[in-house]
């Protein structure tokens, strides 16, 4: 008579690389599709910041006639007694570390460049600030994003 063998249940070693492979596949699209939602967040937000901070300075410059300098903008305690809305988290790029503006655009940081009427630098002694572009850099296009004066 011959003996009846038991079924196996396990799974093959080879059975389980298949499984262990497909699932790092799912896992590894799934952390992409995230990460370009989380960057598509950041970027909706710097959009957001620099158009908000826009008509900040704005409505600064329809009082004042002129535009803060950098130096003005990176200092907090002018900020809090000029322009009263505007929030240090509006000065803020979502991936960075601080709330200080840079003159040249660069990643994670946003950039202010004020100017005088015939482009070059402004003091606001001397020479009045009555341009500026104000930008952020995005993530998913390497783009800058910016605003401008208005006048």
């Known amino acids: 008579m011959t003996k009846l ?15 262990v492979i497909l699932i790092g596949v ?12 989380s960057r598509n967040k950041r970027d909706a937000q710097r959009q957001s910041d620099i158009k908000s901070f826009h008509l900040r ?23 809090r007694k000029n322009i009263k809305d505007l929030t240090p988290e509006e000065m803020k790029d979502p991936k960075g570390t601080s709330g200080t503006l840079v003159a040249k655009p ?13 482009d070059m ?3 606001n002694v001397k020479k ?18 910016s605003r401008s004066h208005l006048n």
């Open 128 to 145: 009045p600030c009555v341009k500026y572009v104000l930008s952020a850099t995005l993530e998913n296009s390497k783009t800058i994003f």
């Open 121 to 123: 630098a402004c003091d």
């Open 5 to 19: 063998r038991k079924p196996d249940f396990g799974l093959s070693v080879i059975e389980t690389f298949v499984v």
């Open 106 to 118: 660069t990643a994670n940081i946003y950039s202010y460049q004020p100017t005088a009427s015939d």
């Open 57 to 79: 300075l704005e409505s600064f410059f329809a009082q004042s006639a002129y535009y803060p300098t950098l130096k003005n903008l990176n200092d907090s305690a002018w900020v």
């Open 26 to 37: 799912v896992v590894s699209f799934g952390l992409n599709s995230f990460m370009q939602i």
